[in-house]
């Protein structure tokens, strides 16, 4: 194929816990081809090089007409999770080697008598001291001696480290002592990954920071690694273009700057989903969205207003309660502010000790993977469920190159959970079908009412291998009334990093009230951050840019910020009045409230850089809308309450704009199948997108407005 002046080709690959996922624009045929292969967990790069190849053979291009990849991957999180990372050790201030253990000091359950705490990365025998003290201001009040540092890396180098973070005290305001550690670090030993806080999360709040820069200095050695081998494998195969990775704030940065700063990419996947999730939103002009994005081994969902995801600037990893905010390691990373659910096709069903039955979170991963995908595994998941039920197909899962096995699922489901609770085969998979939905109700409902929204004023966007299969029954446990299916919604997180900008977000920390600001000092941060973004998007072949400011503020003598826009320009005694209406105003809008006679003071100050997002024509090879007959027939198929019925199947290929289906329905596409129940009415749109709109016989938002006006 020959390639076309202006028109490019870009691949989008999504590493995932049980599938890794392929899409490829192809703007010369303005063509979108699709892929999906199980996850080589030793090694995921095994199964992107061989998943790649196969597309390309599949769309008719060679690798040499591929002008970048964008990549994301689970593998930052599995390595924390799972303690594979490296030896790391700390060199900190005299004094605060043990924030670590010590934490923030609260305990997230009061009332557990067997609390346990996430066991520190760099163990304390890793952590040395250094004698050097840096005061709030920045002003030097120990200077750090080189000898000192010596004598503490030649302790780590003879503990077998294989990677080093530094973090000292206040060094957001004067990172001067860390680059000296650093540099008589690799005098002693050239080559070791290391790190230092000021570069990795250049923060207020020493214990997030050090927690920070340890997390990046244990998955540096793998990471870089890891990138290395994929890039050289790539660039073997032919690979002339760029590969990039996706951020976990939604932005998409190179190889060098990731390898640089790997625990940046923590939440890539999840990432890519969102993204995928906003395009489709401002496409079909859906200013509410929730994003469902439900695979095989988590469910992710995120809210979407006025076509901006939610976005956070801290992260818990490797909680040791999984739902327990505080159980795990706070990481100082921009992030998409999403929920994940242990729910996905491959979550375990179990009954415990107190013959309960329980959905997740444990997975079967790709390896064994399901009971039906006949690769040894032996207990039943969702996705067992979902077959016995009639969700989906024994001989079209990926399109019919799958054959799964039913029988083998009757047995694993009667053995493992009918039996032990006295039901026959179809209660139990009805039973794990329905706890999974029901969990993902639970952990939706309270983290969209922990941001004051009403849900039933969202429209849901259902992707993932699971998500279309689990929307129906999901939007009616919310009381939702519409979902969107895309096509393609089965690998649409990999779209997700072809529609992403290129993004890099920047952060410093200055503490001072509004009336004191140092503005010359200011005016210098944010010109270093945005001249530091521009040149980054520039090696990414990105010259225009959008610039975004904001500021982490309170009032005096509170304990936590609110992120506050700031204007754009050179700041200055002037624009205390404008900065202190946008806190006023954000404030009052989260807590409904202005407090007067309160100094307000800003702690940290943000940046952010990106590119413009890439347009994407929509145009999926394979679809051919209005050619051959949509229903390719009958199945039975089970409904909550009327058991199995006769339910008609179709092509999602076939399907084309404007036509209408009435539930109960199945709709299959190669890697994904959306199920709806006989309460909803099934349209197309022009991107042949499914538009679910489930019918009540009673408006309940606007029977539950009359009510309380006749209250009134």
Known sequence: ????????????????????????????????????RLTTPGDPSVAIIEGTERLLNEAGTKIGAVDSIVHGTTLVTNTVIERKGARVGLITTKGFRDSLEMGGEIRYDLYDLFLERPEPLAPRYLRVEVDERIDAEGKVLRPLSRDDV?????????EGVEAVAVCFLHSYRNDSHERLAREVMQEMAPGLPMCISSEVAPEIREYERASTAVANAYVLPLMRDYLARLETRLREMGLNGTLYVMLS?????????????????????????AMGATFYSKLIGEDHV????????????????????????????????????????????????????????????????????????????????????????AEPTVTDADLLLGYLSPDYFLGGEMKLDLDAVRDAIAKSVGTPLGFDVTAAAAGIHSIVNENMAAATRMYIAEKGRDPRRYTMIAFGGAGPVHAYGLAKLLKLRRIV????????SALGFLVAPSAIDFVRSYVSRLAEIDWAHLNRLFDEMEEEGRRVLAEAGVTQVEVRRHADMRYAGQGFEVSVPMPSGSLGPESVGPIE????????????????????????????????????????????????????????????????????????????QGDTLHGPAVIEERESTAVVGADARVSVDKYLNLIIDIETPVDEVQAREEEHADHR
């Open 150 to 158: 010596r004598a503490a890396a030649e302790k780590l180098l003879r």
């Open 249 to 273: 704030g939604g932005g998409i940065t190179t190889i060098q700057s990731a390898q640089q700063f790997p625990i940046r990419l923590i939440e890539s996947g999840p990432a890519a989903g």
């Open 290 to 377: 929730i994003s469902f994005d439900m695979g095989g081994t988590t469910a992710k969902i995120c809210l979407i207003d006025e076509g901006r995801p939610e976005h956070a600037h801290q992260f818990e990893a490797a909680r040791v309660r999984r739902f327990r905010k505080g159980s795990g390691f706070p990481l100082k990373v921009p992030v998409i502010d999403l929920i994940e659910i242990g729910a996905g096709g491959g979550s375990l069903a179990h009954v415990d000790r107190m013959g309960l039955l329980k959905v997740g979170p444990e997975s079967a991963g790709s390896e064994p993977g399901p009971v039906c995908y006949r690769r040894g595994g």
């Open 581 to 656: 209406e946008a806190f006023f105003a954000t404030y009052e809008r989260l807590f409904d409230r202005r407090i007067a006679g309160v100094p307000v003071e800003a702690l940290t100050w943000r940046l952010s850089v990106s590119g413009p997002a890439p347009d994407i024509r929509l145009k999926f090879a394979g679809a051919k809308p209005g050619e051959g007959e949509a229903r390719k027939g009958t199945r039975q198929v089970y409904f909550p309450g009327k058991g199995f019925v006769a339910c008609p199947v179709y092509s999602r290929y076939a399907l084309k």
């Open 1 to 36: 194929m020959t390639q076309v002046p202006g028109k490019t080709t870009r691949i989008g690959v999504d590493v995932g816990g049980t599938f890794t996922d392929f899409v490829m624009v192809d703007e010369a045929r303005d063509l979108i081809f699709t892929g999906k």
């Open 485 to 492: 299916c895309p096509l393609g919604a089965g690998v649409m």
